[in-house]
């Protein structure tokens, strides 16, 4: 896991659709379990996306919660 990618979850928001706004961190497991399902988008923001299905996925999304603090300082 690259700690930039795992950065980017806690600082970049959704550019589109349902949860345009949110940050992919706070993206529901069902939105992205439907990601995983009907195919990711091309690029940065789809291997985002899938990453962070994979942290949800596997309950290993407390990891991102240091992260949350640092990035509300910067």
């Given at each position: ?25 706070d ?12 195919g ?9 996306l899938?990453l ?23």
């Amino acid at each position: 896991m690259n700690p930039v990618d795992l950065q980017k979850l806690v600082s970049m928001t959704m550019p589109f659709g349902r949860y345009k706004g949110r940050l992919l961190a706070d993206l529901p497991g069902n939105y992205l379990n439907w990601f995983a399902r009907e195919g990711f988008p091309p690029g940065e923001l789809g291997r985002l996306l899938h990453l962070m299905q994979e942290i949800d996925h596997n309950g290993l999304s407390g990891l991102l919660h240091p992260l949350r603090q640092t990035s509300t300082h910067d």
